[in-house]
């Protein structure tokens, strides 16, 4: 929404530089991650995703990094432009014994800025 | 682009007021969700369906009911409107075969 940029941690970058987003999820029990980016009055788009049994995935200029160990995934966007302007934020799952739970536990985000 | 439509995608209404929500699917997902936005909180759901009449409550489903009568409609309605519940609300599909959702455009809406 247009408002979801409020109160949330924010990162300034000059354009053409690589970002580093982060996020800490609290549940060992996670096993499947994606971050959306969300511009402003736009619903979340999807960017990339991980499963728990990778360290990292490549996607076009993005990198997800996921360290287990530590409870923390980030999203490195390469070159950034001043298109990914934007709130990105993270999401995990929960398999239980049943299979996944169908249900998606959201971070807060963090709000991108990219200065040309 | 999933697919997913919401509508109307702006509304003011009052207190008090009965407002119903539409997410409209046209691939046939199993798997809805409603959500709501609001600043300092992540995405928070209200309410999903996993099958046509079948529907199962989230972490903020008070003052919310919903209704799937058949498979690419997903409704929610507040009963009676209250300010806390002016929000942007977002539904949600879970992509076939996968746990990726995929999100729809949003509705503002303001209760005065």
Redesign the interface.
Known sequence: GENVGLHLPTLSVQEGDNSIINCAYSNSASDYFIWYKQESGKGPQFIIDIRSNMDKRQGQRVTVLLNKTVKHLSLQIAATQPGDSAVYFCAENISNSGGSNYKLTFGKGTLLTVNP | DAGITQSPRHKVTETGTPVTLRCHQTENHR?MYWYR?D???????IH?S?GVKDTDK?EVSDGYSVSRSKTEDFLLTLESATSSQT??Y?CAI?GGGT????????T?LTVL
Do not use: E
């Open positions: 798997y936005q600043p300092g909180h992540g995405l928070r759901l999903y996993y989230g929000s942007v977002f879970r746990d990726t959702q995929y999100f729809g455009p949003g503002r």
